[in-house]
């Protein structure tokens, strides 16, 4: 008999958080009837739980030498009374024969399940209010001034493509109340508003409450299963759009343990808003405002807001010669051993929230012609070389009316040309001329709009 050990890590696929208090199970797998089954129950009773980070180890007895055992595993979570497995691998396919004394594995769960979000920072012990993040975002990487993720006002050393952006779509926001002001105020509920512009706290707005669902996940230890809670939006006591504190949250496990609200931007128009968050005690059968001494940087919260998508397209295709210039449509077969082919594009976005654009002409299997053309415009170009002051990228769009990009592929003769293409390096073949375009909208986990495409088919001989 000898004992074998599986230790690894359950994450989510979606959003690559580690999902906790999961029960692992193991299965050793036996020849049957031409396929494999897993049985459990005979041979290879392991089951484990993860830990708070998603990780487990599991060790077991395994009587079938001389041969190592071949094994297969299944996890599921347990929501609300109800057992969900969401991830299980099929023995013809996925068995890992003849593990190892020890196996490590990762496993990438591609179910919505709960999952463990961490603060970027504990509860404060003061008495005040602070917003801690949007999403993976923590409000330390957002600018106060414009409400971009991750700023650059020009000057960074180095730029990125993913500096200044905007948000939008659904945004997890996140906040702490002090534990002392907590205690000092006896906080029931609160509520969150907006107001379009910079505004103090104390502002008149026009402030205007969100009012989306709130839904949060706390693990019962005793049930050893992960319970939905309904957080709000609440009335009490005539008071609308309320929501309940998480309780507890330096004992229960909560996945999200300062999450304050779901928002869904694309309710609102683009521009700059201001968050804060209004606070309520019990008075008898009467709620209450209590002031929350807001943290000075972060007690408010500023978010540039953008649902727009960007707008791409590939206008035309020509061929130019010392004599002629002809549209070729999509399909066309058109010979090409002098001049140029031209293609004019658009890739732009009217707020100047572009983040980069890719214009590719592919053939054959996988093949990209090499190098991408710089002139009259570059066929790739990303917001990096574009940082300024005005944080703005427009791309194809000035004195606002859209503008043409092009790109020209310069026919030569077989021998190496810098400045064009020879029948090896754009050899005869159909052709798909491919505008990719990304903004840097972020919903605080990733891009919003990203991959978009546009594709324009025709065949070149040489």
């Known amino acids: 008999m000898a004992t074998y050990v ?7 696929k979606i959003n690559g958080k580690a999902i906790p208090y999961a029960i692992v ?23 484990v739980t993860t830990d708070a980070n998603g990780y487990f180890s599991a060790s077991f007895n395994f009587l079938g030498e001389p041969g190592r055992p071949d094994i ?72 106060q001034t414009n409400g971009y993720a991750y700023p650059d006002p020009g000057t960074n050393p180095i730029h990125s493509m993913d500096s200044n952006q905007p948000f939008g779509s659904t945004l997890w926001i996140g906040g702490w109340f002090g534990k002392a002001l907590l205690l000092s105020t006896q906080l029931k509920y609160y509520k ?30 005793t049930a050893k299963q992960w319970v939905a809670e309904s957080m709000g939006p609440s009335t009490v006591a005539g008071i609308k759009n309320l929501y309940s504190l998480p309780w507890d949250t330096d004992i229960i496990p909560w996945t999200f343990p300062d999450l304050l609200i779901t928002m869904d931007s694309t309710k609102i128009s683009a521009g700059l808003y201001t968050l804060r968050v209004i606070g309520y005690a019990s008075q008898g059968p009467l709620l209450v405002e209590r002031p929350l001494n807001p943290e000075p940087t972060y007690g408010t919260l500023k978010l540039e807001l953008d649902n727009t998508p960007p707008s791409l397209t590939i206008k035309t295709v020509k061929h130019i010669s010392a004599t002629n210039v002809v549209t070729e449509g999509p399909c066309k077969i058109f010979p090409f051993s002098n001049g140029k082919v031209s293609v004019d594009f658009q890739a732009y976005d009217v707020r100047g929230h572009l983040r980069r654009y890719n214009l590719y002409a592919l053939y054959g299997h996988n093949q990209v012609v090499m190098p991408p053309p710089t ?80 594709n324009y088919h025709v065949t070149i001989q040489r």
Not at 213 to 221: A, G, I
């Open 6 to 12: 599986v230790q690894g890590k359950v994450t989510s």
């Open 25 to 47: 199970e193991i299965f050793e797998v036996d020849p049957a009837g031409g396929s494999y089954i897993a049985d459990a129950v005979v041979t290879i009773p392991s089951v």
């Open 72 to 143: 297969i595993l299944r996890v599921s979570q347990k929501v609300s009374g109800v057992t969900q497995y969401i991830y299980s691998e099929n023995p013809a396919v996925q068995t890992r024969w003849n593990i190892a004394d020890v196996l490590y594995v990762d496993i990438k769960v591609e179910t919505e399940t709960p999952t463990m979000d961490p603060p970027p920072t504990g509860q404060p012990l003061g008495k005040y209010f602070i917003f801690t993040r949007v999403g993976n975002i923590p409000v330390a990487s957002i600018s």
């Open 192 to 221: 969150i508003q907006y107001a379009k512009g910079i505004h103090l706290p104390s502002s008149p707005g026009p402030w205007v409450d969100i009012s989306d669902p709130l839904v949060n996940y706390h693990f019962d230890v």
């Open 375 to 454: 002139t009259p415009n570059r066929a790739e170009d990303d917001y990096s070389t574009h940082v300024v002051s005005a944080l703005k990228w427009l791309g194809s769009y000035s004195g606002g009316l859209p503008t043409i990009f092009t790109i020209d592929y310069k026919a030569t003769p077989p021998e190496p040309d810098a400045t064009g293409y020879n029948s090896v390096e754009m050899p005869t073949c159909a052709y798909q001329f491919r505008l990719v375009v990304d903004k840097r909208t972020t919903n605080g986990y990733g891009l919003v709009y990203w991959g978009y495409e546009d």
